[in-house]
T-cell receptor, first 115, second 114 residues
């Protein structure tokens, strides 16, 4: 079946450090891939997405590239800020008919950035 | 443009009771999905409604049900509550595109079952 595996957290970094959160997936066909962020006490916000192989999603300094050969979608940021502290979720959505609203999420990775 | 609105934000129930949660999607969005978030199981898909029809369903017992009204507002109901139903219930709306439509999430309804 379809699944998403994320690196376990929590991840603690100092401000301006480089961030990588690993995400790999298992899926049939050609899924769309997403990173969502959840700040404390809030719902999920879409951070970035990629819908086909070799696409690079980017937003707010975060980037992730859809790698079909390694079934990965790792999240990176060159210089994190304290305000980036949140839980990050990798997710996929299959292209099967009538699966439009169904996202499959990884377990989430908590990021804590210290000043 | 108003976002996805979920009510109530917090509620406490006791085992055996039932609960109804409400979700108002973004204006013009016809798809509403529901997810359960718990520390142990993470985010799990409950069901999706589109134009008042259930389009997709996750692996939850029949105690979990939902519906969508003609104005796209949705409700989910959990009957005979169990302690394990304590969770954050998230609603998401989408314009309905099958392949690339973005899901917009509400802030959730946090249910505590005592």
């Amino acid at each position: 079946g379809n699944s998403v595996t994320q690196m376990e957290g929590p991840v603690t970094l100092s401000e301006e450090a480089f961030l990588t959160i690993n995400c790999t997936y298992t899926a049939t066909g050609y899924p769309s891939l997403f990173w969502y962020v959840q700040y404390p006490g809030e719902g999920l916000q879409l951070l970035l997405k990629a819908t086909k192989a070799d696409d690079k999603g980017s937003n707010k300094g975060f980037e992730a590239t859809y790698r079909k050969e390694t079934t990965s979608f790792h999240l990176e940021k060159g210089s994190v800020q304290v305000s980036d502290s949140a839980v990050y979720f990798c997710a996929l959505r299959t292209t099967s008919y009538n699966q439009g609203g169904k996202l499959i999420f990884g377990q989430g990775t908590e990021l804590s950035v210290k000043p | 443009k108003a976002g996805v609105t979920q009510t109530p934000r917090y509620l406490i129930k006791t085992r055996g009771q039932q609960v109804t949660l409400s979700c108002s999607p973004i204006s013009g969005h016809r798809s509403v999905s529901w997810y359960q978030q718990t520390p142990g199981q993470g985010l799990q898909f409950l069901f999706e409604y589109f134009s008042e029809t259930q389009r997709n369903k996750g692996n939850f017992p029949g105690r979990f049900s939902g519906r969508q009204f003609s104005n796209s507002r949705s409700e989910m109901n959990v009957s005979t509550l169990e302690l394990g139903d304590s969770a954050l219930y998230l609603c998401a709306s989408s314009a309905g595109s099958q392949l690339t439509g973005e899901l917009f999430f509400g802030e959730g309804s946090r249910l505590t079952v005592l």
